[in-house]
């Protein structure tokens, strides 16, 4: 029957729930109407009876007691679904066919959201949870059938869509990593345990239950034990028991476990720098793997061992130590060994290498013997394999979600409310969430970092351990007493590795120091002046005291390492040396290409290949300045156009610019090829002049008529970007008066540009398109990459509008050309010409450019007038009110890779498809964008 709607259908509801149960006036009016009812709630209830009534009849009945429906008029689907998911939990142990068949029928009973559609709190919300619940637990019950079934990978998806809805559903969570063992994907499982595991600490403050805790390390005993025959119980161990529980390393006891259990791999060695965590996680590893091995494990300390001829000796040792061994002499150690399965694990090898090879004899004479060893320097012996032992992940985002989430972060808060409960680290607290993930970077998630800072913050508070970290390297200073002396402060972790390095190593080392960002080979040999450093580059990395980067070719230094090796750099008195000649290497570095780019040749081109170095460039030039050396820093500054104009970084520019010219006294054409800079940069924020009429007015002073004609046309764009009609008026015959015979090129270029922005704001499209068309050609003549791609996209928007259409292959030439140049601004501009032709074409991707468009806007502060006007009429044909919200709907994505993908689209469009643009827009100028936009919409 149809059904009322409002308060009619919340009262049936309500009777409904009552299950032929009476209510009382006063009950229903409390449900209807809340706490405060009207005063009219007693006559407005028998109105909704009443009406009520003459839908369902005799069905609705009155007693002493209040309302009700008779029980025997109705009957609920509600009540038949509990029954039928009863029947088949009742089912599972016996007849899981029979179960599985009841629980669908049941769940076929089920039609959207609970009660979506009546409105009310109380009772009905209450209902309204009860069935939500019971729905999911029948959800959940129809997977552990299909679990039990043999059903893995194909649930996948659905769980991941179950948990993401019930983030707290721990049944949910187990069925998930169930699943993704069973599809053999156990790291994923694992994964997974510990995405569950910091999402309860940070949002409840509890650990997975017993359930999970359980799954989890049978998922990681069984990637040790599969296919090995060994009793536990028999085993003889002298591993150490761990203090702490293990944090953030699931994947890499998987990987180890992978390992062990391939019996031709004889030697691992895990490898990584001071406080990584080598120690802890190849514990862990052999405590897994241990029941895989008849004889044990065996746990062979060697950081207190001076003399690599003592090493065979502590092994034996540690052997003789176990219970229920005889003693094992040195002498007689191969021939015990030669009958045992056995795992051993030398724990701090690097300091005694020269024993490396008595290991490799020890491997020969023993074939049921395994080595683990934890060392900062691999052993460099036959059979030998490397486990890379990394930080702990970092917070990869600002959200609080993300950053206590993050597996560094999670230790952090874990050390410290072990060293004070009652420590002030609430994961509700912004603040707090920002200061922790400012710790855990500047000490690269290294885990010993972490335990020492989260020690001291347990005893002095966030804020106090945020205010070290000018000083990392003492951060642990008195905070754990039980931990070796090589590891009580950072400092002394690194000294640890340095002082096994060669003379020469050490002062490469030192030198990389006054990197930033990272560097090339070329680039330190450069620094250090020495021809070849291959050598000593790989005793670094041997070390762990350098690592490789994730770009090819490039090595970094961990933070605390660069810390401590700036401050052997300040102590060796070597420290002003390195830095001239660091900064000297890049200046040279940056001159091709600044001449290239005062050229023309596109700001994409030449700072593609300089954006890793972007951070040690901008040290540079900060070091040249406070040192004085003004030939220097203008070639710095000079050369960080492109690089500046590609990631559009108009504060850092502006200021370093700024700071430049109030320091030095620089040659005329320098400070006026900076001031072009900054006024560039400030052409695309609205209402901001300071330094293009800086530009115009010491153009003037010098008399450099291009460098003015420039200033001019920045000002004139500017206005126009404003919409200031009366500094457009004043500028106009300025831009005019350049359009004579003996002007340059580049000067007509950008005169032509200017009048063409102004004609199309007048709607004069066809004088828009032959400026722009002429300032094409002048930008072709004088090889100007970013006027040329500027006149193209201008010349295709005045013409679109003259002709009402666009033409998918001049717009893909356009784009061609916006990707080369490759700077926010014009990726802008694009992506709305993109946006706009997608509209008229009636592509689902409009949606998607204006969304990425608004993005990158956001990013980049990018105002553009009258090119705004594009994105509005596409937003209008979508029916979009604003597409500035369009924000959140795109991924972080760089203006690169946007403008590529555009491009990529419109390349693949019919060349005879036109898109219409019959809405194109002709405004006064003066009128504020808000009203401008709502034209746009009016069409």
């Known amino acids: 029957m149809p059904l009322p709607g409002g308060r009619q259908l919340t009262l049936l509801a309500l009777l409904l729930q009552a299950g032929g149960v009476p209510l009382s006036r006063d009950r229903l009016i409390d449900e209807l109407w809340g706490e405060r009812p009207p005063q009219t709630a007693v006559a407005a209830l028998h109105v909704h009876i009443s009406k009520l009534r003459s839908l369902i009849g005799d069905l609705l009945v009155l007693s002493p007691a209040g309302y009700a429906l008779r029980r025997d008029g109705f009957d609920l689907d509600s009540w038949r679904f509990d029954e039928l998911v009863t029947e088949a939990r009742a089912a599972f142990e016996g007849d899981q066919r029979r179960a599985t068949a009841l629980v669908r029928e049941a769940l076929e009973l089920v039609r959207g959201e609970p009660l979506c559609a009546v409105s009310a709190d109380g009772a009905i919300e209450h209902w309204r949870r ?12 129809e997977i552990d059938l299909r679990l039990a079934g043999g059903a893995a990978g194909e649930l996948i998806a659905e769980l991941e869509e179950l948990v993401s809805v019930n983030r707290f559903e721990e049944r949910a969570w187990a069925q998930l990593i169930r699943a993704l063992d069973r599809a053999g994907r156990p790291a994923e499982a694992l994964d997974t345990y510990q995405r569950l595991r910091r999402l309860f600490a940070a949002e409840l403050g509890l650990e997975p239950g017993e359930t999970l805790t359980v799954l989890q390390q049978q998922i990681l005993n069984r990637g040790a034990q599969p296919g090995l025959t060994a009793a536990a119980e ?80 502590e092994i034996a040792a540690a052997l003789s130590r176990r219970p229920r061994t005889e003693a094992v002499g040195v002498d007689g150690l191969g021939a015990y060994l030669r009958d045992q399965q056995l795992l051993l694990v030398l724990d701090n090898f690097e300091h005694l290498l020269e024993a490396a090879p008595r290991i490799a004899e020890l491997l020969e004479e023993a074939p049921g013997v395994r080595v683990l060893v934890s060392t900062r320097t691999p052993l460099r012996i036959r059979g030998e394999e ?64 972490l335990e020492l800072a989260g020690a001291r913050a347990g005893q002095m508070g966030l804020v106090a351990v945020a205010s070290q970290l000018t000083r990392p390297l003492g951060l642990g200073a008195n905070a754990l007493r039980d931990l070796p002396d090589r590891q009580r402060t950072l400092t002394a972790t690194i000294r640890w590795s340095y002082d096994q390095l060669s003379a020469e190593t050490k002062s490469l080392l030192r030198a990389a120091g006054a990197f930033i960002g990272g560097f090339t080979a070329s680039d330190l040999a450069s620094v250090v002046e020495r021809e070849e450093i291959d050598g000593q580059l790989a005793e670094l990395l041997d070390s762990s005291l350098v690592r490789r980067s994730v770009e090819p070719g490039r090595f970094e230094l961990l933070n605390l390492v660069r810390a401590f090796a700036a401050e052997e750099l300040a102590q060796a008195g070597e420290a002003a040396g390195v830095l001239r000649s660091h900064w000297q290497h890049f200046a040279k570095l940056l001159a091709p290409g600044s001449e290239r780019f005062d050229a023309g040749t596109a700001p994409a081109e030449i700072a593609g290949p300089l954006r890793a170095d972007h951070a040690n460039i901008r040290t540079a030039l900060d070091r040249a300045i406070a040192s004085g050396d003004h030939q220097h820093a203008a070639a710095l500054a000079l050369g960080m156009r492109p690089l500046w104009f590609m990631d559009m970084q108009r504060q850092e520019l502006q200021e370093t610019i700024d700071r430049l010219l109030s320091t030095f006294d620089l040659p005329a054409r320098d400070e006026l090829l900076l001031l072009r800079a900054a006024s560039f940069v400030e052409g695309f924020r609205e209402g901001v002049t300071l330094w293009t009429r800086r530009l115009v007015d010491r153009a003037a002073e010098l008399g450099d008529p291009e460098a003015y004609g420039i200033g001019v046309n920045n000002l004139f764009s500017q206005a126009i970007n404003r919409q200031d009609r009366d500094e457009i008026r004043r500028l106009r015959p300025l831009i005019a008066a350049e359009l004579r015979p003996d002007a340059s090129d580049r000067t007509l270029c950008s005169a032509h540009y200017s009048l063409a922005l102004e004609a199309y704001l007048e709607g004069s499209f066809d004088a828009a398109w032959e400026h722009a068309n002429s300032s094409f050609e002048y930008a072709i003549a004088v090889g100007q990459a970013f006027m040329l791609a500027s006149a193209a996209a201008t010349r295709l928007m005045a013409g679109s509008a003259r002709d009402g259409e666009i033409d998918p292959q001049e717009l893909h030439e356009v784009m061609t050309l916006l990707e080369r140049v490759g700077v926010p601004p014009l990726a802008v ?16 991707t409009a949606r998607r450019w204006l969304a990425y468009a608004a993005r990158i806007s956001t990013t980049s502060v990018v105002d553009l007038w009258p090119e705004e006007m594009i994105r509005y009429e596409a937003a209008a044909v979508l029916g979009i009110e604003d597409p500035e919200n369009l924000t959140r709907e795109a991924p972080q994505i760089d203006h690169v890779a946007a403008l590529a993908e555009a491009s990529a689209w419109v390349a693949g469009r019919d060349p005879q498809e036109r898109s219409a643009r019959p809405h194109a827009l002709r405004f006064a100028i003066g009128q504020d964008r808000g009203s401008t936009a709502e034209s746009a919409f009016c069409g």
């Open 386 to 449: 490397f486990f890379e032992v990394g930080p702990l992940a970092l917070p990869v985002s600002n959200s609080e979600d993300e950053i206590f989430n993050s597996p560094a972060v999670q230790l952090f808060l874990e050390r410290a409310r072990a060293a004070d409960p009652h420590a002030q680290l609430n994961a509700a607290d912004g603040s707090d969430a920002q200061i922790a993930a400012t710790v855990c970077s500047v000490v690269d998630g290294l885990p010993l970092a």
């Open 829 to 844: 501009f694009g992506l709305w010409l993109v946006a706009c032709y997608a509209a008229g074409v009636g592509s689902d």
């Open 234 to 313: 028999q085993s003889v161990s002298s591993l150490p028991a761990p203090p702490t529980p293990i944090a953030g390393r699931d994947s890499e006891l998987l990987a180890l476990a992978g390992m062990l259990r391939d019996p031709q791999r004889r030697l691992i060695s895990l490898v990584g720098p001071g406080g990584v965590g080598k120690t802890r996680l190849v514990l862990e590893a052999a405590i897994a793997a241990e029941p895989a091995f008849t004889g044990g494990a065996a746990f062979v300390r060697l950081e207190r061992l001076t003399n690599a001829e003592l090493v065979l000796g």
């Open 130 to 141: 009860s069935l939500e619940e019971k729905l999911l637990q029948a959800r959940l019950l």
